[in-house]
């Protein structure tokens, strides 16, 4: 009887991509191509006003940076692989493939967690706005950061260690254009129950866990929002919120349509357009949507630039 080929016998992986069309393939690398130039331009630039502009240096700016950093970190775990495949043979190495699962589940388990963070900032701002200095205090404001990247970390290795223990011996073709979890498992010849019953538990709770808080703090958001008298204070309230409610929607309505349901149901086209928008297309939406609704990172950005000028 032959013994099983260990996971090791797998030098590399082939990623398919998005289609095998040369006209469309180069249609896509421009494409994103220039996603990912203004993804990396907008949250650099978001970043650097922020750090520049002292009125910015507050909870939920501080929240706003770290979210500018996943987000050009997810990108980058991403899109300069997916471009080059999209000009040369698809070939990716056994290690370079669990690394890049690895960091794109730690940084979309981060994200998660992150804002569940600005949600509960803005909470407090809303529903407590006279402790609001008092509570958000330097201390808790690196403790709501620290934790998300503490918990995606951990939430990664847990999946890449039981991924780098099935055995792989069917076929090295990769029916994806990124290394993620459900195209990999299908590439094992052992079984995945257990594997793919933990790793659903560690994604349904990342998801369930972040979206009751977010929940919970928009109910009594709401509530407070309700109980102003004024229309101009309900407006000023509520837009404080919309930016981030707007950003939660589209990035948790992609992730839960893709990821919290069962393998079974799995659809290459479906869930290979859902995962362009999650890792290519939000990472440049969210600097966008924080800056252009956003009055104070307008104003700071245009006395950066009157700064910039006067310094000529």
Do not use: W
């Amino acid at each position: 009887m032959k013994s099983k080929r260990n996971n090791t016998n797998v030098p590399d992986f082939i990623l398919m991509g998005l289609t095998d069309s040369e006209g469309i393939q180069l249609a896509l690398f421009i494409v994103f191509l220039l996603i990912h130039l203004i993804t990396v331009l907008g949250n650099v630039g978001m970043i650097l006003i922020i750090r520049l502009d002292l009125q910015l240096h507050t909870p939920m700016y501080f929240f706003l940076t770290h979210l500018s950093f996943i987000d050009l970190s997810y990108s980058t775990v991403i899109t300069p692989k997916t471009l080059a495949n999209l000009l040369t043979f698809n070939y990716i190495s056994f290690r370079g493939c669990f690394t890049q699962m690895f960091f794109f589940v730690f940084l979309g388990t981060a994200e998660c967690y992150l804002l569940s963070s600005m949600a509960y900032d803005r909470y407090v701002a809303i529903c407590c706005p006279l402790h609001y200095p008092v509570i958000m205090s330097k201390r808790l404001c690196h403790a709501l950061v620290t934790g998300p990247y503490v918990i995606g970390f951990i939430d990664s290795f847990v999946n890449v260690v039981c991924m780098s223990r099935l055995h792989f011996c069917k076929s090295n073709i990769i029916h994806h254009f990124f290394c993620d979890t459900s195209p990999i498992l299908s590439l094992s010849c052992t079984d995945t129950y257990n594997t793919e019953i933990l790793i659903f538990i560690i994604a349904g709770s990342t998801l369930m866990v972040s979206l009751i808080t977010i929940s919970a703090s928009y109910a009594f958001i709401l509530s407070t929002i309700l109980k102003i008298n004024s229309t101009s204070g309900k407006q000023k309230a509520f837009s404080t919120c919309v930016s981030h409610l707007l950003g939660v929607t589209i990035f948790y309505g992609t992730l839960i349509f893709t990821y919290l349901k069962p393998r079974k149901s799995y659809s290459l086209g479906r869930d290979q357009v859902a995962s362009v928008f999650y890792t290519i297309v939000i990472p440049m939406l969210n600097p966008l949507i924080y800056s252009l609704r956003n009055k104070e990172v307008k104003d700071a950005f245009i006395k950066v630039m009157q700064r910039r000028e006067y310094s000529r």
